[in-house]
């Protein structure tokens, strides 16, 4: 199923990064899950000042293909701390449906873990998960996640330093 840049209700996103101080939308049916735990696709964050349309727009089209694949949901929040200037961040996130018995969590860490983030969101509660290996050391953001082989192993990928 290919879904059209154009059917994003950019201006109601914007809206709601400013009144919700985020959202989480599901390009293919136009609705904000409100069950499930967001999390961010390695690579897909991106920080910025304020994201209006325009903004939203720009990055919609740089990840369309991401946004298409089956599961993947629009995300944005405000992330800026007290006395900072405003930074909204968007991204590409997957929701993990919750388990009765909690076994999702372990996904959820896996995944905060392989793209180094500080948290995910409970869409029910719009809560964050903090991620028990955060904050990472420069050391730790050194390396890439490979593929998980047939065991479910993932081997690092050295980064190249970069010189100074």
């Not at 709601?16 to 959202?23: A, P």
């Not at 629009?74 to 929701?95: E, F, H, I, T």
Request: aromatic share 6%.
């Amino acid at each position: 199923m290919t879904i059209k840049a154009t059917r994003y209700p950019y201006g109601e996103l914007a809206g709601r990064i400013r009144t919700n101080r985020g959202f989480t939308f599901d390009p293919r049916t136009g609705t904000y899950p409100s069950e499930g735990i967001a999390v961010a696709e390695p690579g897909a964050e991106d920080p910025m000042g304020v994201a209006g349309e325009p903004e939203l727009r720009k990055y919609v089209m740089q990840h369309h293909a991401q946004l298409a694949e089956p599961g993947m949901h629009l995300g944005a929040w405000a992330s800026a701390k007290p006395d900072q200037p405003q930074r909204d961040v968007l991204d590409v996130s997957k929701v993990i449906p919750e388990h009765p018995l909690g076994h999702h969590i372990a996904e959820v860490h896996h995944r905060m873990h392989i793209n180094r983030q500080d948290a995910a969101n409970d869409l029910s509660t719009f809560e964050d998960i903090p991620n028990p290996r955060a904050p990472y050391t420069d050391a730790e953001k050194a390396y890439d996640f490979g593929a998980p082989d047939e065991h479910g192993s993932q081997m690092r990928i050295v980064r190249p330093a970069k010189r100074q």
